[in-house]
């Protein structure tokens, strides 16, 4: 995943126009994050750290009811700010209003009912099994929070990308610094003046920070630490988060690859690769980033995609309400740049002033070129040619471990071949993006694109603290007298025989299976 721009390394910049005892110009007061320099440590985000600790501290966000009451305003948020979100992502990237409704809005609502139809559940303690010396005691694993946990998002999914890892923090009691991207200023402005009016501004803050603010703001301890952007990012935010020993979930991203075997529905193949490939105009951390096929399967692939192209978007796709554009003219340059590797097949027509670059095909690439070495994050979808699954195998395992591996087959065998001998954050066979929208599938990396996992339960899991507990009764001493000194080897075989676990392959518990 992209993010707005790579941070220098941390503690080495000052953030301008933040001089101590200075607040920013939006800050209210609130929820918005005041800038503040803390007296001893020097550092303009140790107040709003400390006021959202001393919060947590006081318990505040444990109770279910609490929990629940700010999910329920995050429902709000999204269903009164509904056209402002449409309004801002527009403006941002061009974004189609159906796009930005199903990705920001619907999915994040999934993610939202999910939470609140099972938080009850999540958050009970979870009975464990004991051995012969603690079956009269209580053993258990309590759900703790973190504490306060700093959620650092991407601007490509502006709302969902904060929104859900949110939900999640929430859900699991704990305070949270939310810090939007700054590259979607629409979108920031948005979240930064409506959220803290829906949310409870002593346990929740939005800091709006560019480079310079956020390496300062990652000096400040945190509990946990959520990122979404790219792996050069991760690493800093990684390397941050290492002073204090703070765990972390970093999602990121990397070159997605899509088999396509020689024997499927070359039409349907096209229609699914094309929308995963130019949804939110290419902008997806888990688009297919390239196909790999038989040179037939690609003379077969090239008109079925250009049919498919126009018929999302028609014979100009620059004047369709349904394609958006690059975020900024750092991408659109960036994304540029990438035309030059390979043979345009498909499209390549590119507007600078709009930052519109036509859906594209390269074909006749090299894996030495610039495109096959980096993200696209942009309208471009790349084909390499191989002879068979088995080299296209390799292809794939000769590189960093990706978010996702597509297979396309109208073999159940070779998807199943590719998923067995290949290892990837996610995986879907016969589709693009679909797995995305399930909040029963944990989402995350594996490796360079990422570490950490979240969606549905799997959030509140990556926000909560498993504390393994053993409660004990005061009485029954005999019993533990065993284990006290002065020893014997008596003593010690009544130990292991109490302590070890049943032989499961024994003949008695063979016959009771």
């Known amino acids: 995943m992209e993010t707005g721009s790579v941070f220098p390394q941390p503690g080495t910049q000052q953030p301008p126009g933040n001089r101590a005892g ?10 918005k994050g005041t800038v503040e320099d803390d007296a001893t440590s020097g550092n303009p985000y140790a107040g709003l750290v400390s006021r959202l600790r001393a919060a947590w501290l006081s318990g505040k966000t444990r109770p279910l009811e609490y929990r629940v009451a700010q999910l329920e305003a995050l429902g709000r948020f999204l269903d009164e700010k509904k056209q402002d979100i449409l309004e801002a992502t527009a403006l941002d990237m061009s974004k189609p209003p159906f796009e930005a409704e199903y990705t920001e809005i619907l999915l994040s609502k999934n993610e939202l009912h999910e939470t609140l139809n099972n938080l009850p559940h999540w958050m009970k303690d979870e009975h464990v099994d004991r051995n012969l010396v603690t079956r009269l005691d209580s053993a258990f694993i309590r759900k703790d929070p973190y504490g306060v946990v700093l959620i650092i998002a991407s601007w490509n999914y502006p709302i969902h990308l904060f929104l859900v890892p949110l939900i999640g923090a929430i859900a699991a009691g704990n305070c949270v610094v939310v810090k939007p991207s700054e590259m979607t200023k629409n979108t920031e402005k948005l979240i930064a003046e409506a ?19 956020t390496t300062r703001l990652l000096e400040n301890k945190f509990d946990f630490i959520f990122f979404t952007g790219n792996p050069s990012v991760g690493r800093i935010i990684m390397t941050a988060a290492a002073k204090h020993l703070t765990p972390v979930t970093l999602e990121l991203g990397g070159k997605n690859p899509c ?7 070359v039409q349907n193949v096209a229609r699914r690769v094309a929308w995963g490939r130019f949804f939110n105009a290419g902008q997806t951390c888990i688009a297919p980033d390239y196909l790999l096929c038989s040179l037939e399967m690609q003379e077969k692939l090239l008109p079925a995609l250009r049919e498919a192209i126009t018929e999302f978007y028609g014979p100009n796709p620059r004047e369709s309400p349904d394609f958006g554009r690059i975020v900024g003219d750092k991408h659109f340059q960036r994304v540029q740049a990438l035309l030059r590797s390979g043979r345009v097949a498909i499209g390549g027509q590119t507007d600078e002033k709009e930052r519109y670059i036509a859906p594209t095909v390269l074909v006749d690439l090299q894996p030495s070129d610039l495109i096959m070495q980096e993200e696209i994050f942009g309208p471009i979808l790349s084909i390499v040619t191989v002879a068979n699954m088995d080299e296209a195998i390799d292809f794939i395992n000769s590189r960093e471990r990706p978010l996702v591996v597509y297979a396309f087959s109208s073999d159940d065998k070779v998807v199943n071949q590719v998923l067995e001998r290949t290892s990837s954050g996610g995986f879907c066979g016969n589709d693009t993006l679909m797995h995305v929208t399930l909040t029963s599938l944990p989402f995350g990396g594996i490796g360079n694109s990422g570490l950490g996992k979240y969606h549905g339960k799997f959030t509140f899991d990556t926000f909560t603290h498993h504390r393994g507990c053993l409660h004990r009764g005061m009485g029954r001493e005999a019993l533990n007298t065993l284990r006290y000194p002065p020893y014997s080897q008596q ?8 302590c070890e676990p049943p032989d499961l392959f024994s003949s008695a518990n063979v016959a009771t299976r």
């Open 22 to 31: 200075e607040t920013r110009e939006d800050d209210d007061g609130g929820g």
């Open 195 to 213: 959220l803290p009016s829906y949310v409870d501004k002593d346990c929740f803050a939005v800091v709006t920070a560019g480079v310079q603010e």
């Open 259 to 265: 088999y396509v075997s020689d024997h499927c529905d």
């Open 491 to 498: 003593k010690l075989g009544i130990v292991r025989a109490a």
